[in-house]
């Protein structure tokens, strides 16, 4: 039988870390598709701190943060066929993460992957969804081409280098320091390149032989802007997460975009359209999960009980972590 009430942690109000709270809440019933997921992990991610230190998220949002979770359904809505309860999933949420129970959309709700325990399962979702869309469905990446990817050592990058290897592409990455560096190494990157000490045009550059990245995934942008389309080869897409923050003036360089031809996009997962995470879900269940746990694995930096969110979020806020910061479930 369901409990009636739940812990979780709530955004109090715009702020830093300490502005997240644990605060008692009703367990939430599943609509029409949609089901309850008994939460034994969840996934912090940047969106996350974003969302907290503007203190709401998009319209109609939860205050309680979190895009991510794996554990066991707990209940089913009206009209759910492909889960009963007791079936362990991971599952992408509009929000709610950060508690013991969280709804999730049984469309956007996926099985754990074989030789996967719940633990790595919940840093699988919003990486992996960010890193095909941007990287193969925005960035049209292909067996035999480049990627630069920007910040290799985060949840998102450690993923993306997996997959493009998994494709058959080549992968340079950039990360701040010479521990993260070896990580992308490690994951397969042909080259790591230590931002703070080098050049990343000139290492992608000396990397490719000249050819330049065909498709870069950054999550700086600002400062980065003119840097990027110079490392891109001719025909190259750049794929932003990020539109950096406000700090730094620059300017897009239109004539060098015209000059080799390239195409400029980017995305935010948490507001795209049903429809199109469906679609991701579709694309990485054929052609990703049957290579979990061999191929591609979440990197797991660390895992903090639920009343450690404020630590969490701080955590992430140094940029010191590799890979993946977890919530456990009381």
């Not at 490690?186 to 000396?206: H, P, W």
Request: net charge positive; with cysteine; glycine share 12%.
């Amino acid at each position: 039988m369901l409990p009636k009430t739940m812990n979780a942690i709530t955004i109090a109000r715009a702020g830093g870390p300490e502005v997240l709270q644990q605060v008692t809440r009703p367990v939430p019933e599943p609509r029409a598709g949609e089901v309850l997921i008994k939460v034994a992990f969840a996934g912090i991610n940047r969106h996350d701190c974003g969302q907290r230190n503007r203190g709401f998220g998009p319209p109609g949002a939860t205050d309680i943060p979190g895009l991510e979770v794996a554990g066991e359904v707990a209940a089913t809505g009206p009209g759910v066929t492909r889960w009963k309860s007791g079936d362990k999933v991971c599952a992408l949420v509009n929000g709610g993460g950060y508690a013991q129970y969280c709804i999730a959309a049984e469309t956007i709700t996926l099985p754990i992957p074989e030789r996967f325990d719940l633990k790595q399962a919940a840093g699988l979702p919003e990486a992996l969804f960010t890193a095909w869309l941007n990287v193969f469905m925005l960035g049209r990446l292909k067996s035999g081409e480049w990627l630069l990817v920007h910040g290799g050592s985060s949840g998102v990058g450690t993923t993306a280098i997996q997959l493009a290897r998994l494709e058959g592409a080549s992968v340079v990455a950039t990360a701040g320091s010479a521990e993260k560096c070896a990580l992308c190494m490690k994951l397969g990157a042909s080259a790591a390149i230590n931002y703070r000490d080098a050049d990343f045009v000139e290492g992608t550059k000396r990397a490719t032989a000249d050819h330049g990245a065909d498709v870069i995934l950054d999550m700086v942008g600002g400062s980065y802007a003119k840097r990027n389309v110079a490392a891109l080869a001719t025909d190259g897409r750049l794929v932003h997460l990020s539109g950096g923050d406000g700090s730094t003036e620059f300017c897009v360089p239109v004539a060098a975009i015209m000059a080799k031809r390239a195409v400029v996009t980017g995305s935010q997962l948490r507001v795209s359209p049903l429809p199109l995470k469906i679609e991701i879900v579709r694309q990485v269940t054929e052609r990703v999960w049957p290579h979990l746990g061999t191929k591609v694995t979440p990197v797991i930096h660390t895992i903090l009980p639920l009343d450690q969110a404020a630590a969490a979020h701080a955590l992430m806020e140094t940029s010191t972590h590799l890979g993946k910061i977890l919530l456990a479930m009381p």
